[in-house]
């Protein structure tokens, strides 16, 4: 299940808080609100799941223990589900090893109650600085992959052997083609691709994984 992008777009970062006890929530959402960041609470996982996530920046702080799913299980399943979000793990029973565990499973951090208000302020800050450069990685990339497909099936085929550092005329014996024609595919997919050197196209392939 992908809850990614199922909300109206907004760049204003939104903090999702799952724990199963309600006060725990309100103070949370009173605190979050006072450095003017957006909340949205919920008491399950499940509930969490069924309401989807907004497209902007945020990450998760997550209740270890609760009823039915616990957030320990939630966090190991989230990559399948197509959730990728910091994870901070607030917990009133935890230990050593449950902590080294949840870092192991990728939390940024954990935070036995009661807490700082301040570490988990600047946890939550880091998650969001994390994520905000996350999602314009993801963009710049799906931006490389239109600009990729824009270009003909000839087109593509010159550009796989012109980063493989072939000169025009080893590229027109190889495709059978005039070296004349190889420039003008190989501009023109210069021109598409948004790139003037050589270096700047060797990378894009390489993060395309040409």
């Not at 190989?186 to 894009?204: F, G, I, N, S, Y």
């Amino acid at each position: 299940m992908n809850t990614a992008a199922s909300a109206p777009s907004s760049q204003e970062p939104v903090v999702y808080v799952v724990d199963d006890d309600h006060s725990v929530r309100a103070a949370l959402a009173d605190l979050l609100a006072s450095v003017g960041l957006r909340v949205r609470d919920y008491g399950s996982t499940g509930e969490f799941l069924s309401h989807g996530l907004e497209d902007a920046p945020g990450c998760l702080v997550l209740d270890i223990r609760m009823p039915g799913q616990s957030g320990m299980d939630f966090h190991r399943q989230m990559a399948e589900r197509g959730i990728d979000l910091p994870t901070i793990f607030i917990t009133g029973h935890g230990d050593i090893a449950m902590g080294v565990q949840a870092m192991k499973n990728g939390a940024i951090e954990f935070l036995t109650k009661p807490f700082r208000e301040q570490d988990l302020l600047d946890a939550i800050h880091h998650g969001i600085e994390k994520d905000r450069a996350r999602r314009h990685e993801h963009a710049g990339q799906r931006a490389l992959e239109r600009r990729w497909a824009s270009l003909t099936p000839g087109e593509q085929g010159v550009v796989r052997l012109v980063v493989q550092g072939l000169l025009n005329k080893q590229i027109a014996a190889q495709l059978h083609l005039s070296e004349v024609t190889v420039k003008v595919r190989r501009a023109q997919a210069m021109r598409k691709m948004e790139t003037r050197t050589l270096a700047d196209l060797v990378r894009m392939a390489q993060k395309l994984g040409l």
